[in-house]
T-cell receptor, first 114, second 113 residues
C-alpha cells in the first residue's frame, strides 16, 4: 500500500528566508509524486510533480522539489519565502500503474512571517 | 470556464436527512474522484469512477452512494446523515493513463447539526 508522511504539522519561516517542507513516501513500485497547496476555504491547487527524469523539478510560484529515491523523499523548497506563501501544503503519491488513487499526507501548515 | 465545479458550496442540514452534492468537469477527463477532508484537514479517498464505472470504494459506509451519469459528472448522495459526516467533500478528476495531476473542485462544506 502506498503512504505519505509529512513529519511537520507546522513550519514557520521569516519572509525572504529559504523554506523546506518535508515529505517521505512509500510505494511498492515507481512513484508519481505531487505537491499541492490549499488556501483557506479553497480547493487544492497543483504546484509540481515528479514522474521521471531530472530529480529536481520546478513548479508554480517559484517552488521546487527534489526527488531522492534512496531516502524516499520529495521535499518542497523555495529559495525566498513570501508572506503570500502561507498556506497548507500537501504531498501526495501514487503508483505509476492503472487507476491507483492519489494518497495524501496529512498536510503541513506553512506560516511566513513578515 | 471552471474546470471542476461542485454544488452546493455550503450545506447545513439536520441529522437523519438525505443530501446530494454534484460535480461536473469540463476537462475531458474520464476518471473522477470524491475525497473527504475532515476537521483536521486529512484528505481521504472515498470513491473513484472511470468512464461511469466504480473502480475504487474505500470502505465508505453504504449510506454514501456515488452516481456517475456520464464521464463528466460524479454526484454523491448521502442518506441518514450523521454528525461525523460533517466535512469538506472534494471532487477531482484526471485522464486515465496520463501522468498528470488531479484537478480539484473548490469543495462542498457539509455541516450536520
Amino acid at each position: 500500500a502506498q503512504s505519505v508522511a509529512q513529519p511537520e504539522d507546522q513550519v514557520n519561516v521569516a519572509e525572504g528566508n529559504p523554506l523546506t517542507v518535508k515529505c517521505t513516501y512509500s510505494v511498492s513500485g515507481n512513484p508519481y509524486l505531487f505537491w499541492y497547496v490549499q488556501y483557506p476555504n479553497r480547493g487544492l491547487q497543483f504546484l509540481l510533480k515528479y514522474i521521471t527524469g531530472d530529480n529536481l523539478v520546478k513548479g508554480s510560484y517559484g517552488f521546487e522539489a527534489e526527488f531522492n529515491k534512496s531516502q524516499t523523499s520529495f521535499h518542497l523548497k523555495k529559495p525566498s519565502a513570501l508572506v503570500s506563501d502561507s498556506a497548507l501544503y500537501f504531498c501526495a503519491v501514487r503508483e505509476n500503474s492503472g487507476n491507483t488513487p492519489l494518497v495524501f499526507g496529512k498536510g503541513t501548515r506553512l506560516s511566513v512571517i513578515a | 470556464d471552471t474546470a471542476v465545479s461542485q454544488t452546493p458550496k455550503y450545506l447545513v442540514t439536520q441529522m437523519g436527512n438525505d443530501k446530494s452534492i454534484k460535480c461536473e468537469q469540463n476537462l475531458g477527463h474520464d476518471t473522477m474522484y470524491w475525497y473527504k477532508q475532515d476537521s483536521k484537514k486529512f484528505l481521504k479517498i472515498m470513491f473513484s469512477y472511470n468512464n461511469k464505472e466504480l473502480i475504487i470504494n474505500e470502505t465508505v459506509p453504504n449510506r454514501f452512494s456515488p452516481k456517475s451519469p456520464d464521464k463528466a459528472h460524479l454526484n454523491l448522495h448521502i442518506n441518514s446523515l450523521e454528525l461525523g459526516d460533517s466535512a469538506v467533500y472534494f471532487c477531482a478528476s484526471r485522464l486515465t493513463g496520463d501522468t498528470g495531476e488531479l484537478f480539484f473542485g473548490e469543495g462542498s462544506r457539509l455541516t450536520v447539526l
